[in-house]
């Protein structure tokens, strides 16, 4: 079934929007399910509603219906979405981000809660040289946390399910961060993924940078899949380029940031590499009248460093919502 035999773009939309709700599911959801995970992307469609294109995604084969148990992506759902015309995946990514800012539910005061994890898919024989090579980076700093989560072959977390012979590698992802400053008040917008050179370990300019707000796909995983990074030869040498975030907060909140950051740090989450003036450039990057830029690592990066080296990753950013507890230090592997 082509696209076109859709008709109403309108309809195309929510069929798209319905999709990428079944694709992040990790068992059967039914449609009140699904109608509220919509309205957390500002779609406001009712149960009825989200049952009728059901019924249009079950005729053409992108979802199939298991009963009482709710609907299931396709393979085929699975392919609708990934060849989605660009124009309807604008804005998916800042949407994304957004959504999962609100649903991390991490307390710095009571240490516990949920955050966002990225996941790589790692060859399990290869495993022990790529962690290796991963310690480096993370003994450089250049990580959000030193703390991880590593999944067996058959074992799903999230969006991702651990094929045969694989590894799942959790790596805590930079909107942990937005999460932790909209709990205190503090709202946080997301404006960049880039590429970040540093000189002598300390962050010198962006050479790249993406708006996430324009974007389809994460740009951390477009940098690393383009090799644009030198993540191995940052961390030997302090010289190279990094994977890296750019958001801007309010200028006012300026004061509560040191004490904010520190305690962020003390529980072993971190990634926070510069913080800007009021209305001032950082690192060559221009904000907001009234606002403060923040430059972070992403958490990608010490994954960018084993496609340096020629091992074969699958990343897929923000995928997992996971128990801070469930998190192990890297030097526990």
């Not at 076109?4 to 929510?14: A, F, L």
Request: net charge negative.
């Amino acid at each position: 079934m082509t696209r076109s035999s859709y008709g109403d773009p309108r309809v195309e939309r929510k069929l798209l929007a319905i999709l990428r709700i079944l694709a992040a599911a990790d068992a059967p959801i039914g449609g009140r399910n699904i109608s509220a995970a919509l309205r957390e992307h500002g779609i406001d469609l009712s149960e009825r509603a989200v049952r009728y294109h059901l019924r249009l995604a079950d005729e053409r084969g992108l979802t199939q219906n298991l009963g009482e148990q709710g609907r299931v992506i396709t393979d085929k759902g699975r392919m609708e979405i990934d060849s989605a015309r660009a124009s309807e995946k604008l804005g998916f990514i800042i949407s994304k981000i957004d959504s999962l800012s609100y649903r991390t539910t991490f307390d710095l005061e009571k240490q516990q809660g949920r955050i966002v994890l990225n996941v790589s898919l790692i060859p399990q024989k290869q495993f022990p040289e790529a962690l290796g090579i991963m310690k480096e980076v993370f003994r450089a700093g250049y990580c959000m946390s030193e703390l991880v989560a590593v999944y067996q072959s058959g074992e799903r977390v999230g969006e991702v399910a651990v094929p045969e012979g694989m590894i799942g590698f959790g790596t805590v992802c930079t909107v942990t961060l937005n999460a932790v400053l909209l709990q205190q008040g503090i709202p946080v917008e997301s404006k960049y993924g880039g590429v970040l050179e540093v000189r002598g370990g300390e962050p010198y300019r962006f050479t790249e940078l993406v708006s996430y707000s324009g974007s389809t796909v994460d740009p951390t995983e477009m940098f690393i899949v383009g090799g644009r990074t030198s993540v191995r030869e940052a961390s030997i040498t302090g010289n190279g380029r990094i994977l890296a975030s750019f958001r801007e907060v309010p200028a006012v909140v300026e004061g509560d940031l040191d004490d904010l950051f520190t305690r962020y740090n003390s529980l072993g989450l971190g990634g926070i590499l510069a913080v800007g003036r009021a209305g001032q450039p950082l690192l060559e990057v221009p904000v907001g009248l009234d606002r403060i830029g923040l430059t972070i690592v992403a958490g990608l990066t010490p994954v960018a460093a084993l496609a340096e080296a020629d091992i074969p990753v699958t990343n897929k950013a923000m995928s997992a919502i996971v128990d801070y507890a469930d998190l192990m230090p890297v030097w526990d592997l």
